[in-house]
């Protein structure tokens, strides 16, 4: 039973030119939703989050969009560079839960200069 | 140490053996997680350990995991009896108090069990 869904396990994108990262979950019960960034050999970094009584969140070039209807979010770059090269994680967490994370699948970005 | 370690970074282990991780969160973190990446996958939450309460066990794979957290600080995830399915990336991560804020993660332990 996968909670959070990452449909697409790569994306290839232009240096300068927007990248949309999707993520989708099934659980209704979901109170706050963050974006991981990895790289090889390293453990996940925080990169932004959003909680369930927004729709959108802003820190410099990444943006996060949560539609709770269609239960959906979305992690916009822009622009993109090379060095958001990387796989993203979405994950979701109740928050009475303790904050334990459910993760997708992850998706591979790759920017091309 | 400013951020999380594990230990080792790699293990290799016959099936059947027993193997132990470690986690050393950050200073002052009084949440720690393990999770678990198996090729091609997310990350799979195991075992959660928040203050001194009773941790929160509800994603361990089988009754061959288990971990425990000393002092509030250092934990250490056991497998026993290793099975090929089991080797992954073990990653730990902590964060200050739970619910929900950052948790910062470790690089992980490589195992691969032949």
């Known amino acids: 039973d996968q909670q959070v869904k990452q449909n697409s396990p790569s994306l290839s994108v232009q240096e300068g030119r927007i990248s949309i990262l999707n993520c989708d979950y099934t659980n209704s019960m979901f109170d706050y939703f963050l974006w991981y960034k990895k790289y090889p050999a390293e453990g996940p970094t925080f990169l932004i989050s959003i909680s369930s009584i927004k729709d959108k969140n802003e820190d410099g070039r990444f943006t996060v969009f949560l539609n709770k209807s269609a239960k959906h979010l979305s992690l916009h770059i822009v622009p993109s560079q090379p060095g958001d090269s990387a796989v993203y994680f979405c994950a979701a967490s109740i928050y009475n839960q303790g904050g334990k994370l459910i993760f997708g699948q992850g998706t591979e970005l790759s920017v091309k200069p | 140490g400013a951020g999380v370690s594990q230990s080792p970074s790699n293990k290799v282990t016959e099936k059947g053996k027993d193997v132990e991780l470690r986690c050393d969160p950050i200073s002052g973190h009084t949440a720690l997680y393990w999770y678990r990446q198996s090729l091609g996958q997310g990350l799979e939450f195991l075992i959660y350990?928040?203050?001194?309460?009773?941790?929160?066990k509800s994603g361990l794979p089988s009754d061959r995991f288990s971990a425990e957290r000393t002092g509030g600080s250092v934990s250490t995830l056991t497998i026993q009896r290793t099975q090929q399915e089991d080797s992954a990336v073990y990653l730990c991560?902590?964060?200050?108090?739970?619910?929900?804020?950052?948790?910062?993660f470790g690089p992980g332990t490589r195992l691969t069990v032949l």
């Open positions: 991560a902590s964060s200050l108090a739970g619910v929900s804020d950052e948790q910062f």
């Open positions: 350990f928040q203050g001194n309460s009773a941790p929160d």
